[in-house]
């Protein structure tokens, strides 16, 4: 689960022990820890190579980042990074279609 900082949310995080709760009137809703994140994922190196799309998928927030579309170079960068840490378990590739889905396979090939 991924949560943003809002500071007028009616969610509310403390922590007990080594545990972390999310308390919602004072009521505890969930109680867990939370993960070091290597590369975007805990024990993935998550990779979006193209952070712009043409498309808008329900499910996907990429259309709406209009961010980079990653090299090769800085997508093998990531990977090796999330590598050294001893604690990478998966990869993870995914990308938007920043012009036609041709162009991906090019920009790719």
Known sequence: ????????????????????????????????????????????????????CIYDCTFCSVPKLQGKIKTLKEAINIVEQAKKTGLMKAIAITSGVAKSPEDEIERRG
Do not use: W
């Not at 308390?23 to 979006?48: F, M, W």
């Open 1 to 52: 689960m991924r949560l943003e900082i809002n500071r007028n949310s009616q969610l509310k995080i403390t922590k007990e022990n080594n545990d972390f709760i999310i308390l919602k009137d004072n009521k505890e809703l969930v109680r867990g820890d939370i993960e070091s994140v290597l590369a975007h994922c805990p024990e993935q190196a998550y990779i979006t190579l193209s952070e712009r």
